[in-house]
């Protein structure tokens, strides 16, 4: 069974940059498209990106206008996202999830359902 470990959080200053890393054990994430999700404090879960297991396609939440990169290293079984120009209102708990659904190698879909495999989260704070 797929176990993802999210890592890369921490405070940074609004205008900076962190790399988020989804690593996974247990078993290959090749086969799976990986979405990145965020909650920030008092609001829904919305999601932020998502890659193809070929890692062919991305795609990325509205809000995220160029700031974010999303990639993965599938011989390290390790997906990130690269987060550029932070703002305030990207502060909140970053999620990694594996797509069951999604077999299409070329293809990924921004959604919650059919996400078997969550990590546990890793903070983000941006602030001054």
């Known amino acids: 069974q797929l176990q993802l470990v999210e890592s890369g959080g921490g405070l940074v200053h609004p205008g900076g940059s962190l790399r988020l890393s989804c690593a996974a054990s247990?078993?290959?994430?090749?086969?799976?498209?990986i979405d990145w999700f965020r909650q920030a404090p008092g609001k829904e879960r919305e999601g932020v990106s998502c890659?193809?297991?070929?890692?062919?396609?991305?795609k990325y939440g509205d809000f995220v206008a160029g700031r974010f990169t999303i990639s993965r290293d599938n011989a390290k079984n390790t997906v990130y996202l690269q987060m550029n120009s932070l703002k305030p209102e990207d502060t909140g708990v970053y999620y990694c999830?594996?797509?069951?659904?999604?077999?299409?190698?070329?293809?990924?879909?921004?959604?919650?359902?059919?996400?078997?495999?969550w990590g546990r989260g890793t903070l983000v704070n941006v602030s001054s």
């Open positions: 999830a594996a797509d069951r659904i999604t077999t299409n190698r070329a293809e990924c879909v921004i959604r919650e359902y059919g996400m078997d495999y």
């Open positions: 890659i193809s297991s070929s890692g062919v396609l991305a």
């Open positions: 247990r078993s290959s994430l090749a086969n799976y498209a």
